[in-house]
């Protein structure tokens, strides 16, 4: 993209009602507009990182074998009343009367929907284990909406629904999720905690939440230092393996860390003083096991084995995709602005040419542009007539993570030169070999 | 994907009251719903199309220059009265109130949220030309939503916004989106006529209506026959261009093409007698120049090269994105199903075995699954335990336009079958020469 044909509309203030660095940042970098109390227009930069996220998780979720749909964002409070949840959630839900008077709400979550669409078709184990998942719009409508998409009204999530025959194999569904989840963070460049927590109005008995530790974070979180050491990395899971979902589970759980909600101060005190640790953390995801909390109610069963009708057994596991901005940012960031992680940077590489209008630099960077192009990667090039120092100030705030600088002097020597956005350290190379340094990085992310 | 592991709920009886066949056949092969009057779910197949459709949209609008961004569903009502839009939008328009009284509505298009954004943050002629882009759920609250996804309440729709200094650029913006809606619906498979329309209440002097040709079509149409020879075709256009903009757009409304709405019975009349057609089209996107309608009380200004503030020229660019999956399968069925155009197919290729649990078979099978993959494309395999005729009968009722069939007695020849489902006709050949026919043909498409 070149920027004098984009839409950046980069802020120079400090918007004054921004009170964390995510949301100071998301505005001054033109990634969104409020539109209303917490509800946001995605401008094209903070939409372009939305749909890397938003890839992310569907590539991991259909690796893990999920099955993705879409559910609308408008529901029939029919179904909520057969749940019971319609008279019992609070004045978080959007509660909207249609032109023919008819109750419907706007889906702050889709347990009863999915559980009627699964009634709908499915009658035997046979077709289990199944696990439905979308990636949708939803509206909470918090009292006091703040922190720019951290907490926001209208939200981007994707909630999946697992339907299994028995506990145990809702369990596994559980496991595998909790492994998914594990590499979605960590190829966004996140280190997201599961901690134990509580279930909330989902309900359920087992649940975790995936915390990102952040001073800026609304939960308290108690952990083991340890849990800090394990990496998911790349290894390769069979997800349909029962032992190595659970292998997982059990390594990346069998420490404690936990939320305030259930934080139990004298199990905390028998870990080495050393290790305990109290901090801050940043929800990016849940994962529950609710058994047959809906589908009894609601009457999704199947014909067992056996020839008789039982209850699924169901879990539903969320990930917050829109406020995952803002745990990015919260995580990844200095005083000049953003530093994206590669895996979800809104655009791969920045090039700047110091002197627009001279033919040779104007040239040097059109066949860099080509080239990364040609390589299947996404340059941003700002080709406007600007001082260099402008320049370099919108990438810094923007943060892409690789930046080449191109000028007249440099291109004397046959170089040109690429910059770590993370480091800040610089290095002169021929313009060919930035590019491919640069493809590099990316081939191997 | 195999489909022993996908969630396709394909039903054997034609829903009592679904009226039109694309309704019919898109509850039949599981591809959506009903989840409340004229609301969809989009079950794992029909959400497949829906992407599908979407990235074309996406391809095709950025190919033109255009801008993609992200506004939310829900609005202020506030924005609304600055226009004068909230009172004089009827009750179609989905009002809504949140916690703390606001007026608030589910948008039904977005002309004023993004004029608020414009407003916001250019100021000068030098930013111009710019479109601005979106693929978002909008809500109609009809007063009797039937047709399945045709006429639905809850839809998404790509809906764009060009700001320009005067009305020539604007007329431009209108003739590029002409251009790029033209390329966009032949990639799916479709020939939509550009019609002379009227604009409704988006306002507006110059408008069409771009019409696929359907005897369900909601609207009648009057046009030369000579129109639907036509064809945009693979060639290059530079969108920057006013010159090749302009001539397509003489070259493709310079024939007689109206809905009932602005037909013209004695301009119809000089038409030779033998072109004149009377037929039922389906509405699938539309085109506005409207000027300065919104820009003016909404003050959306820049500084112009004289240095005076005036009012952008805007126009706004809708495709019916949801709606385009009922169209396209109006205009391309038989009565055993659902044929899809290459470009929108939810799966590349079926395979068929015929022999589920014959090891030489389910090895065939197996290898075809892994060749298409390799190269990219996605085929949906049928190793459920069924019946040949089952397996054949959902093949042709969710329309993939390749089949490959695979069974002992042909393999002992060392061939598959490879069936188009468009005219039926079949082929036997070795498999690795099926792989290689069908990837040429996406390939070329």
């Given at each position: 993209m070149r920027l004098s044909r984009y839409f950046l509309p980069v802020l120079k203030e400090t918007p004054a009602?921004?009170?964390?660095v995510s949301h100071r940042y998301m505005l001054r970098a033109g990634m969104i507009k409020q539109a209303s109390a917490g509800i946001y227009s995605w401008l094209p930069l903070g939409y372009r990182v939305l749909r890397r996220i938003e890839q992310i998780v569907h590539e991991e979720q259909q690796r893990a074998g999920h099955i993705p749909l879409l559910m609308p964002t408008l529901q029939s409070a029919d179904l909520w009343r057969e749940s019971g949840r319609y008279d019992a959630y609070g004045p978080e839900m959007l509660r909207i009367r249609d032109r023919h008077d008819r109750d419907m709400l706007f889906g702050p979550t889709n347990e009863e929907l999915i559980t009627d669409i699964f009634r709908s078709y499915v009658r035997s184990?046979?077709?289990?284990?199944m696990t439905l998942y979308h990636i949708q719009w939803k509206f909470r409508d918090e009292v006091r909406p703040r922190f720019g998409v951290m907490r926001g009204r209208e939200f981007l999530m994707k909630d999946g629904y697992n339907f299994d025959l028995t506990k145990e194999d809702a369990l596994h569904a559980y496991n595998r999720h909790l492994v998914s989840y594990l590499r979605t963070y960590e190829r966004m460049g996140l280190q997201a905690i599961p901690m134990r927590a509580d279930s909330g109005?989902?309900?359920?008995d087992d649940t975790h939440e995936f915390l990102v530790l952040a001073e800026t974070g609304e939960s308290e979180v108690f952990y083991?230092?340890?849990?800090?050491?394990?990496k998911f990395g790349d290894r390769e899971i069979d997800y349909d393996s029962v032992e190595q979902c659970q292998a997982v589970l059990e390594e990346f759980t069998s420490r404690y860390a936990r939320t305030d909600e259930t934080h139990d101060e004298e199990v905390f005190n028998r870990i080495p003083e050393d290790r305990r640790r109290v901090a801050r953390g940043i929800e990016v995801g849940q994962i529950f096991y609710f058994g047959t909390k809906y589908s009894e109610p609601m009457g999704a069963t199947v014909q067992g084995p056996d020839g008789k009708q039982v209850p699924v057994h169901m879990g539903s596991h969320g990930i917050g995709v829109s406020r995952l901005l803002g745990a990015i940012i919260e995580a990844s960031h200095d005083d000049k602005g953003i530093i994206w992680p590669e895996?979800?940077?809104?655009?791969?590489v920045g090039i700047v040419n110091l002197?627009?209008?001279?033919d040779e630099a104007d040239a040097a960077c059109q066949a860099l542009y080509d080239g990364f192009t040609a390589l299947g990667l996404d340059p941003l090039y700002d080709?406007?007539?600007?001082r260099a120092g402008g320049k370099f100030a919108t990438m810094d705030l923007i943060g892409l993570p690789w930046r080449i600088t191109v000028g007249p002097r440099g291109l004397k020597n046959g170089v040109v030169e690429l910059t770590s956005r993370r480091t800040g350290e610089s290095e002169e190379l021929p313009p060919e070999e930035a590019v491919r340094r640069v493809a590099a990085i990316y081939a191997a992310g």
């Open positions: 009602d921004a009170q964390i184990y046979k077709d289990l284990p109005p989902i309900g359920g083991d230092s340890e849990i800090t050491d394990l895996g979800v940077t809104p655009f791969h002197k627009q209008g001279d080709d406007r007539d600007e």
